[in-house]
């Protein structure tokens, strides 16, 4: 619970900063994740009917508080048609804590990155409890157990799932690539799309386990992608997220694979004119942006952010969205410090993406040549 | 004597009229001012063209009629029907009611009132629950004297429509057949939240078209024309009054649309980008294959986000130096072909510019969207959400081909000449079993 502090230092979410909260979170998808669009609409709802929520951070809470990771699994595109019913975090909460024992004292995004940034929060408002100022990727990623807490020995089993209309599935399993492979199996079965609750861990767990200042730095990127013009925006993501411009130009071309679950494929952008003016970056991408090429180079490498804007107005373009033609700026951003660690690299550097190639930081960490 | 088309074009500041014989030929043009109200400048143009002594009202067969302006009801929250809004869908969607994002004063305007019942179908077609027909019987009874007109949106009625016609069935056997009844299904794609807002945008229009279809026909009884009335569609084709009047969301902004199409004809090009220059407001947009290219993602229509598909045009104020940056996307985007001028204005345009090989300025040009609207082809289309399996892609395609053939032909096409002009299927992604969505567009020249 939270320790003596006056409410009105304490950072808040409301009708007034979900859209910031909602740009900041499409820049960490990472060109996926989800249009979080629909959990603005969402947590405004739930907002105006229970209150506004209250973002907690790590040392608000006692050691022993157990905190909920949430969020939903499955097709985006089916959650924007089968839409959520609202009382899934509350079903979540019943369940995690006849699953710990526990009551819960905050919800927490597993994943700040698309849609899954903004579902916690209108299930927090529901549940009248805070979202604590953290998440489990600091970006987005496809696979369920690509969370920190994973990395950090945190089970990601048991796992609570619920469909908005009754039906909860909890899932215990041998490891977490199960818990991943049979969520995804049940989500099928719940609709295509569900709710879960995974990775149960009490405060003192969650120290060194999560990605802390998730929220407050979406909220953040927000506030600076209203700066004026692309430069404006490019100036605010160098400064809040030490983000290097790694080409502006236009997208010249683009294939796209759709497979089972994920859309493969590349996109090259090439800016200048002429043999000596010309430059052209290559990006592969597997729902996110992966990987960017320029002459064979690699320049930047999950499990780093790479992100592309439109040039125009500055705003974060979802890999499926991305046109033939479009103006867009291609910016790359080091991801938090847990993925750079040996077992981080393992789980979501190129090569667990299938790509023979090694992780290197954004330009080799060389100075950008810009 | 030649079958004469009268296109008109109703704009904010002025309304324009053409007459166009059976060779294409324009043998007459005329344009009014804007007198404040939109119909009274239709009617006003249509006098004006009728006094040109080519045009002979008797040879006139078809009016074609494209206006943005025709339905000001939307934006003025005014004229609109009172609507009934019925989802489909609990348990589920409860988070967001339906209405939820609307500016407060149109939501006021148009809402008779608002429920979500059980039903609704999963995203590979089987019904998620049973369809609470009690519930919406009751909701009709509280309703059923505001209603002007219902409208009906279904979970995953794109996949399987069963629920909402079901409801729809059960609204007729209530309140009788006269009533209104729009139905997600044929109005949208996938995003319940969008197509519902378009299916009840599209039920609140059809008092404003019908007000509009009356005043035009008085008018060209007046001046003696006894013709077949067509209303332009967003994408520049064309559909009959009585299509018009059951879908009067596909016509809210058809302006460019028809000025694209207009240029396509008049320049004889199929790939461009076109400028179109007004009185105070300037667009750019691209013909790709001899279509209007579209905006992907939803648009938005008097503050409310749907799922409406309209051309992707950027606009800027005339005069505004920021013309020539959409010029230079819109080339990107659209290498192939030249750059159309058309418009009162496009002489603001100059004649080189970057990334820009060719500028072709047609004859005729100022009259780009009325020509647009009169040469324009009689369009229908229909989409589905299948599971991208060998055997339901088949089954469902020959389904959508079915359905697109058949819209078209009730917008007026003639049904020996009708055809498939375009086939889009776009894979959904993020889904365990990979589906598909199957769009479909027949058109044909109206007779």
Redesign the interface.
């Known amino acids: 619970m939270p320790k003596f502090r006056r409410v009105k230092d304490m950072l808040h979410l409301d009708a007034s900063n979900l859209p910031a909260l909602a740009r900041g979170c499409s820049v960490l998808g990472a060109g996926g994740g989800?249009d979080p669009g629909?959990g603005v609409?969402?947590a405004a709802?739930?907002i105006k009917r229970h209150g506004v929520v209250t973002v907690v951070k790590l040392d608000d809470l006692d050691e022993a508080a157990w905190l909920m990771p949430c969020g939903m699994i499955?097709?985006?595109?089916?959650a924007?048609?089968?839409?959520?019913?609202?009382?899934e975090g509350t079903v979540l909460r019943e369940v995690f804590e006849d699953l710990h024992g526990g009551q819960v004292a905050a919800l927490m995004c597993f994943q700040i990155g698309g849609a899954n940034g903004l579902l916690p929060v209108?299930w927090a408002a529901r549940c009248g409890l805070p979202l604590l100022d953290a998440d489990g990727m600091g970006r987005a990623f496809s696979e369920l157990q690509q969370q920190a807490m994973h990395v950090a020995g945190v089970s990601v089993s048991p796992v609570a799932l619920t469909d908005?209309?009754?039906n909860t599935i909890v899932l215990r399993t041998a490891d977490d690539v199960w818990a991943g492979r049979l969520a995804?199996?049940a989500?099928?079965s719940l609709?295509?799309v569900c709710a879960a609750a995974i990775c149960g861990m009490r405060a003192g767990r969650a120290r060194h386990a999560v990605v802390e200042g998730s929220v407050s730095l979406a909220l953040r990127l927000g506030a600076a992608l209203r700066a004026k013009g692309l430069g404006g925006v490019l100036d605010a993501l160098g400064s809040v997220l030490a983000a290097t411009l790694l080409i502006e130009g236009?997208v010249v071309d683009l294939e796209r694979r759709?497979?089972?679950?994920?859309?493969t494929g590349s996109v090259t952008v090439r800016a200048g004119s002429g043999p000596a003016g010309m430059r052209q970056l290559r990006l592969e991408m597997q729902?996110e942006y992966l990987l960017a090429f320029e002459d064979g180079a690699l320049r930047a490498a999950v499990p780093d952010l790479i992100c592309v804007l439109a040039t125009?107005s500055g705003t974060p373009i979802a890999a499926?969205?991305l046109?033939?033609?479009?103006?867009v700026a291609v910016v790359a951003a080091p991801a938090p410090a847990i993925w750079h660690s040996g077992p981080g690299l393992a789980l979501v550097g190129p090569r667990a993406f299938g790509y023979a190639v090694d992780y290197a930081p954004v330009d080799g960490g060389m100075e950008a040549h810009v | 004597m030649s079958d004469l088309r009268i296109g008109i074009a109703s704009g904010t500041t002025g309304t324009d009229a053409v007459a166009i014989d059976d060779r294409d030929r324009l043998l007459a043009t005329a344009s009014v001012q804007a007198a404040g109200d939109v119909r009274g400048a239709i009617a006003a143009a249509i006098r004006a063209i009728v006094a040109d002594d080519a045009v002979v009202p008797g040879a006139v067969r078809w009016v074609m009629l494209g206006s943005g302006q025709a339905l000001e009801g939307v934006a003025a929250v005014q004229g609109v029907r009172k609507v009934a809004v019925v989802r489909v869908?609990g348990?589920?969607?409860?988070?967001?009611?339906p209405l939820?994002?609307w500016p407060s004063a149109l939501r006021d305007a148009v809402s008779a009132g608002e429920i979500v019942v059980a039903g609704?179908s999963?995203?590979d077609g089987r019904a998620?629950?049973a369809l609470d027909e009690d519930a919406i019987a009751r909701f009709l009874d509280g309703v059923g004297d505001e209603a002007q007109a219902i409208a009906i949106s279904g979970?995953?009625a794109p996949v399987s429509p069963e629920h909402e016609l079901a409801a729809a069935d059960l609204v007729r056997r209530k309140l009788g057949n006269w009533v209104h009844v729009s139905l997600s299904h044929e109005i949208g794609s996938?995003?319940?939240?969008e197509r519902e807002n378009a299916t009840v945008l599209n039920a609140a229009l059809g008092g404003a078209a019908e007000r509009l279809a009356v005043a035009v026909r008085a008018t060209l009884a007046e001046v003696g024309i006894d013709a077949e009335l067509f209303f332009a569609q967003n994408d520049g084709t064309l559909m009959v009054v009585e299509h018009a009047l059951r879908f009067p969301a596909l016509m809210v902004a058809s302006g460019p649309g028809t000025t694209i199409r207009g240029a396509a004809h008049l320049s004889g090009v199929g790939d461009a980008v076109v400028v179109a220059v007004g009185a105070t407001t300037s667009y750019v947009g691209a013909l790709v294959n001899g279509i209007p290219r579209e905006r992907?993602?939803p648009t938005e229509i008097a503050g409310v986000r749907t799922s409406l598909r309209l051309p992707d045009v950027h606009r800027v104020p005339t005069g505004d130096a920021t013309l020539a940056?959409a010029v230079e996307?819109a080339k990107?985007?659209?290498?192939a072909g030249p750059l159309v001028v058309v418009g009162r204005g496009q002489w603001l345009v100059p004649d080189r510019m970057d990334g820009v090989s060719e500028v072709i300025r047609p004859r005729d040009g100022e009259f780009a969207q009325a020509i647009g609207a009169a040469v324009g082809s009689v369009s229908g289309q229909f989409a589905r959400i299948c599971l991208n399996r060998p055997d339901t892609r088949r089954t469902v395609l020959e389904e959508v081909r079915t359905a697109a053939i058949a819209r078209a032909i009730d917008a007026g096409a003639h049904p020996d000449t009708v055809a498939v002009v375009e086939v889009d299927e776009a894979?959904?992604?993020?889904?365990?079993?990979?589906a598909l969505r199957i769009r479909v567009r027949a058109a044909g020249p109206c007779w």
């Open positions: 989800g629909l609409v969402m709802e739930a499955g097709a985006p595109t089916i924007t048609e089968r839409i959520w019913s609202g009382d209108s908005g209309r009754g995804r199996e989500a099928a609709g295509g236009r759709a497979g089972d679950e994920t859309l729902n125009e499926e969205e046109r033939y033609g479009q103006g | 869908g348990p589920l969607t409860l988070s967001v009611p939820a994002t609704g999963e995203y998620m629950v979970v995953f996938i995003g319940l939240l992907t993602g940056g996307d990107a985007a659209q290498p894979p959904l992604t993020y889904l365990v079993h990979p």
